[in-house]
């Protein structure tokens, strides 16, 4: 049964798809099957991974908006494949005309998680990249999703948005997915010469570490995960070696093993 991961925070900037993209090449190198969402207009999920969004033909956008018009979107049809491993839902500017139209749409909340049940059963793990807001195109994400990822920037301003976005998966568990969790909070673009980045992860573990769990793995901040994303490759295949690079590895080692207790659990409660 596949885990649906929505990689979450409305403020931009704090890595939120790179965590996206590595840890998804992460999970594929470790041989699990793997579907990466990009859920944001701006494409840079799409980017990152070396597809041209201006090219793409058949996007998020095109099927969202197939599925509000009460046509049956080809969803596999529109799955890019990945050399390293993994495949890709791409995005382009045409998801931007989503947000309004959604507002309108019948059962909108359940847009794209209708359309991912047309595939979830083919992948082990699938991520959606979210755009940063808390609009209609989020609130699909959470309420498609399994659970929540948040990656939280080693920053003052970043890390006060986090009551904001706890709010918005409150209301989500309220009206739409009863059952979304949050796998937890990620600390990146940390430099870990600083008091201030120091003192910003004191704050969130103080904060939200009694309700929330802090991932024990800290993406720090590097100029090769920037150069990374420029090339269409991961960091596990631009640079190997790199602190970012084996941050996601241990992230992603996190993440299998967050998710193989849990389906321990639910296969105990089951036979129980």
Do not use: W
């Not at 959606?128 to 699909?140: A, F, K, R, V, W």
């Amino acid at each position: 049964m596949s885990k649906v991961i929505a990689v979450c925070n409305q403020k931009g900037g704090v890595g939120k798809t790179t965590t996206a993209l590595n840890l998804g090449a992460g999970l594929a190198r470790e041989g699990r099957k793997v579907l990466l969402v990009d859920s944001d207009p701006q494409s840079d999920l799409t980017c990152s991974a070396g597809i041209d969004s201006e090219a793409v033909e058949k996007s998020l956008g095109s099927l969202m908006y197939m599925a509000t018009e009460n046509y049956k979107p080809d969803v596999k049809g529109s799955i890019v494949s990945h050399s390293e491993g993994f495949d890709l839902i791409p995005s382009n500017m045409d998801l931007s005309s989503m947000e309004t139209r959604l507002v309108n749409a019948m059962s909108r909340e359940k847009v794209l998680d209708n359309l991912l049940k047309e595939v979830k059963r083919d992948y082990d793990y699938i991520l959606i990249d979210c755009m940063p807001s808390l609009g209609m195109l989020t609130i699909n994400a959470l309420t498609a999703a399994d659970s929540v990822i948040i990656p939280v920037q080693a920053q003052y301003l970043p890390a006060k948005g986090m009551t904001q976005l706890l709010r918005s998966i409150d209301m989500v568990r309220s009206h739409t997915n009863e059952d979304l969790k949050i796998d937890g909070i990620v600390m990146t673009l940390v430099d870990g010469r600083t008091n201030l980045a120091r003192d910003v992860i004191s704050a969130i573990r103080s904060n939200y570490g009694m309700n929330i769990r802090i991932f024990d793995t800290q993406i720090p901040v590097a100029v090769r995960a920037a150069e990374a994303s420029k090339t269409g490759m991961s960091l596990f295949k631009y640079d190997s070696q790199s602190r970012a690079t084996k941050g996601y590895e241990a992230l992603t080692k996190e993440v299998i093993a967050d998710a193989e207790r849990s389906r321990k659990r639910d296969k105990a409660a089951i036979t129980r």
